[in-house]
């Protein structure tokens, strides 16, 4: 069955500390992997696609890397504004073109 | 100028009632999504429509229908509410060009309409 899951489920960091989130994937296979940040009350806004393994992509204070079962979202020098869940979503290369997200991860990051 | 909107933001009815939920987008994009977000966050895809054509229908009860008069718009119609149906739904859009393009990349995000069901 395919599946995506996200860990750790809650993270709270101090300002500048940096680490990573974790999003594994089981699918039949990958299209692309998605993150996405939603802030309380907002909707869902898109910040990167990765598409195969090895890729990376950056902005700011994040960076997206891809293998064949997992995707970090590495975090360097949070601020107290990257404070908000962070999704993975991907699609699965099969006939339904299935679009599948995990459960989030709540990040918050003290001054 | 928002570029993906949706009325209304509350709704609160009763169960059993017929109640719609319109999306629009102004952004010129092709393709329009509804997703359900439930009490525990969890973000579920439920459909999809690419110039005024369903692509993606997941398995969601027929008591929803989606209506796209026009590219710009995606209005969800839901018949016989049931508790169940308490969530918020999103409209999203993306610039899709063809089939090999990733149905996911850059999608929009509206607002959100926060549905309560007694």
């Known amino acids: 069955e395919d599946q995506v899951t996200q860990s750790p489920e809650a993270l709270r960091l101090q300002e500048g500390e940096s680490s990573s989130l974790n999003c594994s994937y089981t699918v039949s296979g990958l299209r692309g992997l998605f993150w996405y940040r939603q802030d309380p009350g907002k909707g869902p806004e898109f910040l990167f696609t990765l598409y195969s393994a090895g890729e990376e992509k950056e902005k700011e204070r994040l960076k997206a890397t891809l293998t064949k079962k997992e995707s970090f979202l590495h975090i360097t020098a949070p601020k107290p504004e990257d404070s908000a869940t962070y999704l993975c979503?991907?699609?699965?290369?099969?006939?339904?073109?299935?679009?599948?997200f995990g459960k989030g991860t709540r990040l918050h990051i003290l001054p | 100028d928002t570029a993906v909107s949706q009325t209304p933001k509350y709704l609160v009815t009763q169960m059993g009632n017929d109640k719609s939920i319109k999306c629009e987008q102004n952004l010129g994009h092709d393709t329009m999504y509804w997703y359900k977000q439930d009490s525990k966050k969890f973000l579920k895809i439920m459909f999809s429509y690419n110039n005024k054509e369903l692509i993606i229908n997941e398995t969601v009860p027929n008591r929803f229908s989606p209506k796209s008069p026009d590219k710009a718009h995606l209005n969800l119609h839901i018949n016989s509410l049931e508790l169940g149906d308490s969530a918020v739904y999103f409209c999203a859009s993306s610039p899709l060009h063809g089939t090999s393009q990733s149905l996911l990349d850059t999608q929009y995000f509206g607002p959100g309409t926060r549905l309560t069901v007694l």
């Open positions: 979503a991907v699609q699965t290369f099969d006939r339904d073109d299935k679009i599948i």
